[in-house]
């Protein structure tokens, strides 16, 4: 049977009217009557009892509807994933300190990653002029999806020069009379303000820091007693890592519009970085919560 006759067959069925079928499917009603004809000699069954008021299907038609429309179905599927698999490359927003565990997969899948604050990543998102963008938690994501791709917690990251590095571990107390070393906030305004209201200790100032990594590193190197508060990576040269008792976790997801034309794509790459299902709660996550 050929896909084309069995969706003709639903259209009919559908419509219970041979001429309203065919305006439905743009084609003449002399020409739908002749497929139907064709499908009943290959099928050796009677599929419609034509009368002035219309075309009723029998008890045969009534078999094969569900099945058609199952068939249809997943013809369909397969033709959506044959264009998914030759669309366009993904655009997405990404903000200064993205996991790089997450980057090469985004790297992979996306023509275009673009350096984004939070807040044009989200409204673009919503526009429906970026396929997708990844966020450090809590901001507002309502009306949108997420999926956690990574969580790591913080440690304190410092001039290898300075005396806190004799210590193995750190804690609140241990960073007292240091100033914060924290990015714009606009870049992540929730973030920003979460991980704030969760450190352990009063820096005496936060210090604005660039969003370039060679000036940011900079002024960890030569800026006195002063201190940043970031995940375990390979820290720049002159710059040592030490882990942070209760440290705060920081939490990134990739979020894009349901709404979006390429939203079964994303959800795809999120479930096969994700860490956690996804969530369209738009109160605020507490992603600086402590790991103890």
């Not at 970085?273 to 992603?287: E, F, K, Q, V, Y």
């Amino acid at each position: 049977m050929e896909l084309r006759r069995l969706r003709y067959l639903c259209a009919v069925a559908e419509e219970g009217h041979l001429t309203r079928a065919a305006e439905r499917l743009g084609i003449r009603a002399s020409s739908l009557s002749q497929q139907i004809i064709a499908l009943e000699r290959e099928l050796d069954a009677p599929l419609f009892v034509r009368t002035q008021a219309g075309m009723t299907p029998t008890a045969a038609a009534l078999a094969l509807l569900p099945h058609a429309r199952r068939i249809l179905e997943e013809a369909d599927l397969g033709a959506r994933a044959v264009r998914d698999a030759v669309a366009r490359p993904l655009r997405v927003g990404v903000t200064p300190g993205a996991p790089p565990a997450v980057l090469p997969v985004l790297y992979a899948e996306a023509a275009e990653i673009d350096d984004l604050s939070a807040a044009r990543q989200l409204e673009l998102l919503r526009r429906g002029a970026l396929d997708a963008g990844l966020l450090a938690l809590p901001e507002d994501v309502e009306g949108l999806r997420a999926v956690v791709v990574s969580e790591r917690p913080l440690g304190v990251l410092v001039s290898e020069a300075h005396p806190v590095t004799r210590l193995d571990h750190t804690g609140w107390d241990d960073l007292a009379g240091l100033d914060l070393l924290l990015y714009d906030r606009e870049l992540a305004p929730g973030y920003h303000d979460e991980l704030l209201a969760t450190v352990g200790w009063r820096p005496p100032r936060v210090r604005t820091g660039p969003p370039r990594r060679s000036l940011f590193v900079a002024e960890l190197r030569h800026g006195g007693d002063v201190v940043a508060l970031r995940p375990r990576e390979e820290p720049a040269e002159g710059l040592r890592w030490i882990p942070l008792r209760e440290a705060p976790v920081v939490r990134h997801a990739l979020v894009w519009n349901p709404a979006h034309e390429s939203s079964g794509r994303i959800e795809e790459l999120a479930s096969r970085l994700g860490m956690t299902t996804p969530t369209t709660d738009s109160r605020p996550t507490r992603s600086a919560s402590p790991v103890r």
